[in-house]
């Protein structure tokens, strides 16, 4: 029996104009950017919609643009007869949205907290203390190790196992730049050092993992009503005791999207729909495995192409609500 997983992306996927066509079109939809207008205290939906992209690319506005436009697509989805998934999961940032849509936390919850996530990773580091680097065409381990001897008694890890050909390392910065000479001795094609605010996913995200976790304490989360592949651990839960955990150890830890994507093929997921804005991680799902089917969901064009795709116009069988306000 074939099986479905929702992926919901994570920082980089911003675009200005994001989910206006949905907000143009779908009551629902604009109910959900409204909803974050609300508890952020402005307006995200102008931001997203008619802001600068320098703006929409601070972290702090960043995560919860993302996170808004994930979830308005969600709820179109659901008003429109679009079959639930079997599992969600979402990259970093994404995973928030995947709960969201499990009924883990609300909508409401989990947009302050984003905000709130995105201040404290961008001032847990100053600037040029630390750097992310792309590592193309160079398996995790060789990877791994690599970071390793580059450290130096420094912070140097991968952070992001995005596929088996593209893994972001993070760190302090000049560690990063011995671990990019490393890796290309190693075999790696290229070494990109990546414009990024702040070193994401590495031990230098401590600061802002603790003060993350005194808000995470505050958020009563629920049993997850779709089960949830992790990004900290590549495994299933389905507990909303486990949440505030998982979500506070992910902070610091790397990101296994590749882990997490080949987990979901075994546990028999063969179509994959991207919710929100961009193909970010459908690209990433093609390096992993290039026989499952990919769709997307970021307007009413995409939306209407991914129902025809599976042949299921006005099947709204499985579909759940938003969670508490």
């Excluded at 009924?103 to 995105?118: M, Q």
């Excluded at 490393?182 to 230098?204: D, M, Q, T, Y």
């Excluded at 804005?277 to 064009?301: A, C, F, M, P, Y």
């Excluded at 192409?305 to 508490?324: A, D, F, K, P, Y």
Aim: net charge negative; proline share 3%; with cysteine.
């Amino acid at each position: 029996m074939s099986k479905t997983a929702f992926i919901f992306p994570g920082q980089g996927s911003q675009v200005v104009g994001m989910g206006k066509d949905l907000y143009d079109n779908y009551p629902i939809a604009r109910r959900v950017f409204e909803e974050a207008d609300d508890a952020l205290g402005f307006s995200l939906s102008k931001m997203c919609f008619e802001g600068t992209a320098e703006d929409l690319a601070l972290t702090a506005n960043t995560q919860p643009a993302i996170l808004t436009s994930s979830i308005a697509a969600f709820m179109v989805m659901q008003s429109e007869g679009f079959p639930m998934p079997n599992y969600v999961a979402g990259h970093s940032l994404g995973e928030y949205s995947a709960l969201v849509a499990a009924n883990a936390l609300s909508f409401s919850d989990a947009v302050v907290t984003v905000r709130n996530r995105g201040t404290y990773m961008q001032e847990a580091v100053p600037v040029g203390v630390g750097a992310m680097a792309a590592i193309l065409g160079l398996d995790w381990q060789n990877i791994e190790k690599g970071c390793e001897e580059a450290a130096q008694g420094q912070v140097c890890s991968p952070a992001n196992i995005n596929s088996p050909s593209q893994i972001v390392i993070a760190g302090n910065a000049e560690a990063i730049d011995r671990a990019c000479e490393i890796l290309k001795e190693k075999g790696a094609k290229r070494a990109i050092k990546l414009n990024v605010s702040a070193p994401f996913h590495c031990a230098l995200m401590m600061p802002a993992q603790e003060r993350l976790v005194e808000d995470l304490k505050k958020i009563r989360f629920n049993d997850l009503r779709f089960p949830i592949v992790e990004n900290v651990t590549a495994e299933v839960n389905s507990k909303g005791s486990r949440v505030g955990e998982a979500l506070t150890e992910q902070v610091s830890s790397s990101v296994r999207w590749l882990q997490s994507v080949e987990n979901l093929v075994k546990l028999g997921v063969n179509t994959f729909v991207e919710v929100g804005t961009g193909k970010v991680l459908s690209g990433l799902v093609k390096q992993i495995n290039r026989d499952v089917r990919l769709l997307n969901v970021e307007n009413s064009e995409s939306l209407k192409s991914s129902l025809e795709s599976l042949g299921s116009v006005g099947s709204s069988e499985g579909s759940v609500g938003i969670g508490g306000a």
